[in-house]
């Protein structure tokens, strides 16, 4: 198993322009989230999905989009690109549980976007 | 509102010197207590989940703990390969899988 794979690593952009970050897992969760983090500061959770085509939005989702159409793949839009969404971004997903246990959020590797 | 505290920011240990990282937090009910370990330039790893106060979970040269208001993780001789940063995050009993509070992180440097 790949895990959580996230593209691009690296991205800098120009303030208007748009891009997609991708995520993909394959681990068959059906709950994928999207966080950025700042330096300094703990991850902020952006969007969130329990399943396909369903989504909803987290602590920070202005600015951003998402869909999710299959099981697997959880894309954050970015519409018009402004300095502020300068960050790291990480694609999470999770298996839900019942009872006592939780369920645990695993993170892709990240992808690093500059916007100038 | 739900609070995650780490402490210290960072911490400078001398290989085989141990000592212990921080969390305290403050939330309405806690259905978990999640540590990850996350290297330069990655994604958080996951390292344990604690439930109920008293439990303590091992991996190697680490080991964590819970009481009812904090969370100590615990690295007994570390060597250079355990600097990292150590997040803690929390999920309250108000919520869903979605909830989780993320402490800023402990940086730990281990010198050979």
């Known amino acids: 198993n790949a895990g959580v794979t996230q593209t691009p690593k690296f991205r800098i952009l120009k303030i208007g322009q748009s891009m997609t970050l991708q995520c993909t897992q394959d681990?068959?969760?059906?709950?994928m989230y999207w966080y950025r983090q700042d330096p300094g500061m703990g991850l902020k959770l952006i969007y969130y999905?329990?399943?396909?085509?369903?989504?909803d939005k987290g602590e920070v989702p202005n600015g951003y989009n998402v869909s999710r159409s299959t099981t697997e793949d959880f894309p954050l839009r970015l519409e018009l690109a402004a300095p502020s969404q300068t960050s790291v971004y990480f694609c999470?997903?999770?298996?839900?549980?019942?009872?006592?246990?939780?369920?645990?959020?695993?993170f892709g590797p990240g992808t690093r976007l500059t916007v100038l | 509102e739900d609070q995650v505290t780490q402490s210290p920011e960072a911490l400078r240990l001398q290989e085989g010197e141990s000592s212990s990282l921080n969390c305290s937090y403050t939330v309405s009910g806690l259905r978990g207590l999640f540590w990850y370990r996350q290297d330069p330039g990655k994604g958080p790893e996951f390292l344990f989940t604690?439930?109920?106060a008293g439990e303590e979970k091992e991996k190697e040269r680490l080991k964590a703990t819970l009481t009812k208001k904090e969370s100590f993780l615990h690295i007994t001789a570390p060597k250079p390969e355990d600097s990292a940063t150590y997040l803690c995050?929390?999920?309250?009993?108000?919520?869903?899988?979605?909830?989780?509070?993320f402490g800023k992180g402990t940086k730990l440097t281990v010198n050979p």
């Open positions: 681990m068959n969760h059906n709950y």
């Open positions: 604690l439930y109920s």
């Open positions: 995050a929390v999920r309250p009993t108000q919520g869903g899988s979605e909830k989780l509070v």
């Open positions: 999905s329990v399943g396909a085509g369903i989504t």
């Open positions: 999470a997903s999770s298996y839900p549980t019942s009872g006592k246990h939780t369920d645990t959020q695993y």
